[in-house]
């Protein structure tokens, strides 16, 4: 069955300074999606980035990267020059199914960004 | 802004209750997909709707329904309410091909008593 991991709860990151958000995932498939939200606390979930199982690139968004490691089904969130409007949930979710197009979201990171 | 509305935003009922939650869809998109989320959890696939036929559903009872619209508007009804049905619940559109990202609205707040 598909499933995304999140193992880190939660991350303090200084300001300024990049961060790294842990997400594998497992599949059978192999065409698959990968994304990226981001959830203040206000509750909405908000795009961050996208990867698709056969983009050979890794996605880069402004300051958001994901580093996409197909082998070992990781697909991290990298956040260069952390703001303090980067603290927030954040969830990694992969798309699943060729007809049904629901998501299967991890559990999340909570990052603090420190001043 | 993503485009994608839900009504209300916080919600109070009590148990047994029904209640019905709404949400309009960016401009472009017929798909929309519920999901709930409960505290401290990550978003839990309740179904989709797909030009108002369902087109998938996840691991939810019958007392969870839905509609869709002509416009691609849609709508979440829960029976019967339970106090475990206490969550977000958030509703996400995209367009017509499975590659498109799903955007979310700002969810609706459910609590019940």
């Known amino acids: 069955a598909q499933k995304i991991t999140q193992t880190q709860p939660g991350m303090f990151v200084q300001e300024k300074e990049a961060v790294t958000l842990d997400c594998t995932y497992d599949t059978s498939d192999q065409s698959y999606g990968l994304f990226w939200y981001k959830q203040p606390s206000s509750g909405e979930m908000i795009f961050l980035i996208y990867?698709?199982?056969?983009?050979?690139q890794n996605a880069t968004e402004g300051r958001y990267s994901l580093n996409f490691q197909k082998a070992r089904k990781s697909a991290n969130l990298v956040i260069s020059a952390s703001q303090l409007g980067d603290s927030a949930m954040y969830f990694c979710?992969?798309?699943?199914?060729?007809?049904?197009?629901?998501?299967?979201f991890g559990t999340g990171t909570r990052l603090k960004v420190l001043a | 802004e993503t485009g994608v509305t839900q009504s209300p935003t916080h919600l109070i009922k009590t148990r047994g209750q029904q209640v019905t939650l709404r949400c309009s869809s960016q401009?472009?998109?017929?798909?929309v997909s519920w999901y709930q989320q409960a505290l401290g959890q990550g978003p839990q696939f309740i179904f989709q709707y797909y030009r108002e036929e369902e087109n998938g559903r996840g691991n939810f009872p019958p007392r969870f329904s839905g509609l869709q619209f002509p416009n691609y508007s849609s709508e979440l009804n829960v029976n019967a309410l339970e106090l475990d049905d206490s969550a977000l619940y958030l509703c996400a559109t995209q367009g017509a091909t499975s590659t498109d990202t799903q955007y979310f609205g700002p969810g609706t707040r459910l609590t019940v008593l």
């Open positions: 979710a992969m798309r699943e199914g060729q007809r049904t197009y629901k998501y299967i």
């Open positions: 401009s472009g998109h017929n798909t």
């Open positions: 990867q698709g199982s056969y983009d050979e």
